[in-house]
């Protein structure tokens, strides 16, 4: 099992959590359901607990999956302009036990069509640009048909939480974590520095790695949160319910490797060869574009055209996708695209903003192995948006970067390995 630490900080929000649902030991105990377990710091608030058990109540209540997702907690003072910090361990297999692990896992309508999108090998193919062996040239962006059985064709990466849902966690190849493929994110003001993040995402890894959990998300608590969303989120103060329900959405499995390409692209870093991006996600495998749609594969590029979610191999757009920070719309690709209201997993939310779960959201989670709690098939044609609600600019915005452990450096060097580089951008971004 090859496993990183991932760093993700994001945000999101909820609404009509039921607090009977959490227990006091600091996890969410329903009977068959999604149970997690926090660790908090010495010194986390109980109001902090409060408000995370109450995001972990509401996806909980979604999901009946028979696992346990351990989370270290802390709501504690972050470097100057820093909003949180979150971050996952990863695991990497190969391509047929996802497929097999997906196949065994499926019980909705959806499950059923989006493994029945998916081909039945050890391989897969896929949309690729700005590799070093692009066939339009040594970093490109035009996109190529990339359908030659490397190593990027064939490995899924996924966050530890995701491998437990598929019962598959524990079963890839083996190796050890090392300082050299930790990710550090954290959240900032659009125009200030994220060097306190990376230090503090650094040795909040190291927490990580030592108990073992899947996760760690901690806050600032030089921020004005509002913990209570039922009478909505006080002007000026950001939802912390909501933002802690868009970090576990993350550890949870939305996350998308494409953001990895976008940031290890010249001039940014590299180019590098294909079979070095092996960071192609669970949720990737219904990420589609019309080219891509057309050539029967996936989108897996970073640029500008419209990516979005599909189960049928690109014949229905269920929702839009972002499409990177640096070559794409400037939102990291592991949300929904900006702007249109799609979902929890939106990139961005203003102070005073409540935000909620949707059903695009749960349809993403239902398909990469979470269970909901009955069988669902929905429209097999709908509209993902109905009414498209514009997030409004906040006057701070907290970003997300993603840094290299190893010394911070953000441009990954050759023959290095690439790292985990997912970034999150928020307005206040998630």
Do not use: C
Request: glycine residues 10%; without cysteine; charged residues 15%.
């Amino acid at each position: 099992m090859k496993t990183y630490t991932v760093k993700l900080k994001q945000f999101g929000v909820m609404t009509g959590i039921a607090l009977s649902a959490v227990g006091v030991s600091g996890g969410v105990t329903p009977a068959n359901a999604l149970t997690f377990n926090f660790t908090p710091a010495a010194g986390t608030s109980q109001l902090a607990i409060d408000g995370f058990n109450a995001a972990a109540a509401l996806w909980s209540s979604k999901f009946t999956d028979n696992v346990t997702v351990n989370i270290n907690i802390d709501f504690t003072a972050l470097g100057q302009g820093i909003l949180a910090q979150a971050g996952s361990t990863r695991q990497e297999f190969n391509y047929g036990q996802v497929y097999n692990a997906l196949n065994t896992d499926k019980l909705s309508g959806d499950d059923s069509t989006a493994v029945g999108s998916l081909g039945n090998g050890s391989t897969f193919n896929m949309l690729l640009n700005r590799t070093s062996n692009n066939p339009n040239g040594s970093g490109s962006a035009m996109p190529y048909l990339d359908n030659n059985g490397n190593a990027n064709n064939s490995t899924i990466n996924m966050s530890s939480a995701n491998a437990k849902a598929l019962g598959i966690d524990g079963l890839g190849n083996a190796a050890s974590m090392s300082a050299n493929n930790v990710i550090a994110q954290g959240f900032n003001p659009r125009n200030g520095t994220s060097a306190e993040a990376i230090q503090n995402a650094q040795d909040k890894s190291a927490m990580v790695n030592a108990v073992g959990s899947d996760a760690f998300i901690t806050f600032s608590n030089l921020f004005n949160f509002d913990f209570d969303p039922s009478n909505g989120i006080t002007p000026g103060t950001y939802d912390f319910i909501g933002i802690a329900t868009h970090e576990i959405g993350h550890v949870l499995g939305f996350t998308s490797g494409v953001d990895i390409l976008d940031i290890n692209s010249p001039p940014v870093s590299g180019p590098f060869s294909d079979n070095q991006f092996t960071f192609v996600n669970t949720l990737d495998l219904f990420r589609y574009s019309n080219a891509s749609k057309n050539a029967g594969v996936i989108d897996w590029t970073a640029d500008t055209r419209d990516k979005y979610f599909s189960l049928d191999r690109g014949a229905t757009n269920i929702a839009a996708f972002a499409t990177g920070g640096n070559f794409g719309d400037g939102r990291q690709a592991s949300h929904w695209k900006d702007n249109l209201g799609i979902g929890i997993m939106d990139p961005t939310a203003a102070p005073g903003e409540l935000l909620a779960i949707s059903e695009n959201d749960l349809r993403a989670f239902d398909v990469i192995g979470w269970n909901r709690p009955t069988a669902v098939n929905p429209n097999p044609n709908p509209n993902p948006n109905p009414n498209p609600v514009d997030v409004p600019e906040p006057s701070t915005f907290i970003g997300t970067f993603i840094f290299a452990a190893a010394g911070a450096d953000m441009v990954l060097k050759r023959r290095k390995q690439l790292f985990d580089l997912t970034e999150d951008k928020k307005t206040v971004e998630v």
